[in-house]
């Protein structure tokens, strides 16, 4: 039993590493326009989905990786310009409705494009199992936890430390007061798309040699790197990580220990208890309403 | 006749304490105005009156029947109207369609005689839509019936919630800064309007800048400042009461204690 | 003032006939095309798609009025339309109920769920409640895909045929006049909601929460009010088209459905019935006119859903409503 219990906190940290970086995809995006972008998710997907096809067209995996995250970011700068620009003034529900048109759109075209076929990355260094404690994990799942954990770090270092991460934190407090101090809030807008994209796209390349990707492989990943971002408190960095890891770890276990039909439904019931009983998030919500 | 009674009336936002230990009386049938300096916390205290915020101490009796905390549709069913500084009109709706709307106590309709369209329903629409038509007349608004609430002025939207207010026949009618934003010819209207109502015996609460309005038509004003009250008389004593006079302009030494219109 | 009163009451006295207004006349309208459609359809195929026609509008009718009308929204609509199909078809088969007792009870029981469920979640806003329909939504597909000893699971269930009165209703043709009166109704009593009170106070929470409140109106039963009627509409559509195809899949339930429900309600008109008829009526139609374009489905779905918000976000009807006005002035 002791075994079986790390076997599923380990798979379970994996995923969560991956919710981790859709939900900080979703953080990021809704500080910089009060928005949700429902099509996070498909930038998972695209990611996985170019790497596989370059990797297919014969490039390398160092480059083949990258280049798949860089192919995400430059969609989702083009969606943010195209379709998510022209309705910057348009209220929530029609926001959403239109990141939901792009994310069909996107799917759509991924199906076009590959085809409905399920892929697969090769492993970034071994496919042999680890014994641990007990344990079996797969050394893709530590390419995964640390490429997440390397992710955030970097992440924090930009917000931190960059002009543009600082102006970006600045614009999620006041948009406002950031535009009079000279802030571009429409490139931050801009930026934040691209990094968004670019965060869920490197967690597509890192799970796809672990579960398979394919055209609609990013619904699943959007809606529960959703419920992560929620639990955390949406808005919220730290929140983004903590609820990534959270969901992930109740996924494991709830799946290990109590229902493995019901492991989707998890991320869901997570959701509306959340929704439900704390609607800030396990960190708290931000602001109150003025009337 | 006592129809409102407010005791120790408090409200805090996190550290700032919009409205401390605010209390008054308002007598049936007058116009009682609220002023004070910006920040003095007269929106929050509309606010509590009319149910919006709930608050965090003391209590609200209309007619003797307590209100403080309960949900904010009750205040309205106890009796109580009011108009908004920043417009809440129903825009996705016609002028006659917003005042029709305020009539919503005044109609005792069930969601099935709703759905099936019964005949009592159409003649209590025809009633409904007659009374929202002379309450738009009185406010000078009847070119304005089937006006689309989004494409009407100003002025006219400000007359459309006073109109839209006083269709649930309210007790009490708050009203909160009905003048602002308004020039010299409207604000005149809105005053004449606010006298018309005090002759027929609506009891009016006026939060309101402009003192000129303030001063003519008021039986009593309270004065706010910093969440509390400052004072409280008939508008000559307040004008001419020193902490008021402080409170607006400051310690000013040797002002010649005109009130500003 | 005077001479502004007489205006508005000679104006009152010249008001439209009811056939001219526009609920009046848009009832008969579609009472004619319901009627004289048989004519030109020329083979089951076409009354096929008009029967899901109708069946999808029934469904966006109801939910405009939740969407539209009282500004609220639903990701998870699919989910009551499944819940009444399979309802119906799990009473009929493992509790050998008659379908016409079967039917009404499973939309019923819909009915209660909504109502439970509403409470809680109408209390939420903006994304939120969006987030929690649709978790609810994902919540019903999943436990019909496992629960495959109640529901057939992945694989789905047949539904026996519906009996009325005797008389097993089977065919095209028989469907078609049953669905197309079905939705004639579902507009007129959509018409008769909204001009009323209980219209106006739903409007009203759209326009101003809080305005709608300090006039008397209970926003949170107003919101549960239309919540259960469009979850209601749904479910009686569900619950006819099991009835109709002798078979339900979960794919009924699936996100994927809860979205098409509220591009086809976007798409026709926000707070416009004739909207929601409209848009179900293109967007049932169109994967069927694009068979040869398969493939391009979804992306053109998407792409509708995009430009529509984009440059008309108040849908096609009242898009063409407002430039037919302005063309009269």
């Known amino acids: ?291 | 006749m006592t129809l409102l009674a407010v005791q120790g009336l408090s409200k805090a936002f996190g550290g700032v304490h919009a409205n401390q230990d605010v209390g008054f009386s308002i007598h049936a049938g007058t116009v009682h105005s609220i002023i004070g300096p910006n920040g003095a916390g007269k929106t929050c205290l509309i606010n509590m009156l009319s149910g919006v915020y709930r608050p965090d101490a003391g209590s609200i009796r209309l007619d003797g029947v307590e209100l403080a905390g309960l949900a904010t549709h009750r205040f309205a069913a106890a009796g109580i109207g009011r108009t908004f500084q920043n417009l809440q009109v129903f825009f996705n709706m016609t002028a006659i369609e917003n005042v029709m709307t305020g009539r919503h106590l005044r109609e005792h309709c069930s969601l099935l005689a709703s759905l099936l369209r019964l005949p009592s329903l159409v003649r209590a629409e025809e009633a409904c839509r007659d009374a929202a038509r002379r309450l738009l007349r009185a406010v000078g608004l009847a070119t304005y019936e089937d006006a689309a609430a989004d494409a009407m002025p100003y002025g006219a939207l400000k007359r459309l919630e006073i109109a839209r207010a006083l269709a649930a026949e309210p007790k009490l009618l708050l009203l909160d800064e009905p003048a602002a934003g308004l020039n010299a010819t409207e604000a005149r209207e809105i005053d004449l309007l606010i006298k018309r109502l005090a002759a027929e015996g609506t009891t009016v609460v006026l939060v309101e800048h402009n003192m000129k309005l303030v001063m003519g038509v008021s039986d009593r004003v309270t004065v706010l400042d910093r969440g509390r009250k400052l004072a409280e008389g008939t508008p000559d004593e307040v004008a001419r009461d020193p902490r008021v006079i402080e409170a607006y302009l400051g310690a000013v030494e040797g002002n010649a204690g005109a009130a500003h219109a | 003032m005077d001479a502004a009163a007489n205006v508005s009451e000679t104006r009152s006295a010249a008001e439209p006939r009811w056939w001219a207004r526009p609920r009046g006349g848009g009832l008969l309208l579609l009472a004619a095309v319901i009627a004289l459609l048989p004519l030109v359809l020329a083979n089951n195929y076409f009354y096929e798609v008009a029967i899901l026609v109708a069946l999808n509008a029934t469904v966006c009718v109801g939910l405009n009025l939740l969407i539209g009308y009282a500004g609220q929204i639903s990701l998870g609509h699919a989910g009551f339309f499944a819940l009444g199909g399979y309802g119906s078809a799990i009473l009929a088969t493992r509790y050998a109920l008659p379908p016409w007792l079967s039917l009404p009870l499973a939309c019923a029981a819909v009915a209660l769920l909504a109502l439970l469920i509403g409470r809680p979640t109408l209390r939420l806003k903006g994304h939120t409640l969006a987030m929690a329909t649709l978790g609810l939504g994902i919540i019903v597909s999943i436990v019909i895909n496992t629960e495959d000893g109640l529901t057939g699971g992945p694989d789905g269930m047949a539904v026996p045929p519906l009996v009325l009165f005797g008389w097993t209703v089977a065919g095209e043709r028989s469907w078609y006049w049953i669905t197309g009166a079905v939705l004639l109704v579902t507009v007129w009593l959509a018409f008769n909601l909204i001009e009323s009170p209980s219209g106006r106070a739903l409007r009203a929470l759209h326009g101003s929460e809080v305005a709608a409140q300090t006039l008397g109106i209970d926003n949170g039963r107003t919101k549960l009010q239309v919540f259960v009627l469009s979850a209601l509409v749904a479910a009686v559509a569900g619950a006819l088209m099991a009835h109709y195809a002798g078979f339900i899949t979960p794919a009924k339930a699936s996100f994927m459905h809860s979205v098409e429900l509220v591009i086809m309600v976007v798409f026709g008109g926000m707070a416009s019935v004739f909207g929601a008829v409209v848009g179900a009526a293109v967007l049932t139609m169109l994967p069927q006119a694009l068979t040869v374009l398969k493939d391009y489905e979804m992306m053109v779905f998407g792409g509708v859903l995009i430009a529509t918000m984009v440059f008309f976000p108040q849908g096609v009807v009242p898009t063409l409503a407002q430039w037919w006005t302005r063309r009269q002035t």
């Open chain 1, 1 to 291: 039993m002791g075994s079986n219990w790390l076997q599923f906190v380990a798979s379970g940290v994996t995923s969560g590493a991956i919710y981790a970086l859709v939900a900080l995809g979703f953080s990021i995006i809704y500080n910089a326009s009060g928005a949700i972008n429902f099509a996070q998710g498909e930038f998972v997907m695209i990611g996985g989905m170019s790497a596989v096809m370059l990797l297919a067209l014969g490039l390398p995996l160092l480059v083949a990786l990258p280049l798949a995250v860089l192919v995400a970011v430059i969609v989702a700068l083009l969606v943010e310009k195209l379709a998510i620009e022209p309705a910057r003034h348009a209220g929530t529900v029609t926001l959403i409705i239109i990141t939901i048109g792009v994310a069909m759109f996107l799917r759509g075209l991924a199906q076009l494009l590959w085809g409905k076929g399920v892929h697969r990355l090769p492993a970034f260094s071994s496919e042999q199992p680890i014994e641990w404690l007990g344990a079996t994990i797969l050394p893709q799942s530590l390419w995964v936890m640390g490429g997440a954990a390397l992710a955030v770090v970097a992440l924090s270092w930009f917000y931190g430390r960059t002009l543009l991460g600082k102006a970006m934190r600045a614009t999620s407090h006041n948009r406002i007061a950031a535009q009079l101090v000279g802030i571009n809030t429409r490139g931050v807008l801009l930026a934040s798309f691209g990094l968004a994209a670019g965060l869920g796209a490197l967690g597509g390349v890192l799970i796809a040699p672990i579960a398979f990707t394919s055209y609609d492989s990013g619904i699943m990943l959007g809606l529960k790197g959703f419920a992560a971002a929620m639990l955390g408190g949406l808005g919220s960095f730290t929140g983004a990580v903590l609820g990534g890891l959270v969901l992930g770890l109740l996924e494991g276990l709830g799946a290990g220990f109590v229902s493995s039909a019901y492991k989707d439904a998890i991320a869901f019931v997570v959701i509306l208890a959340v929704l439900f009983l704390m609607p800030g998030g396990l960190l708290g919500g931000r602001g109150s309403e003025r009337v």
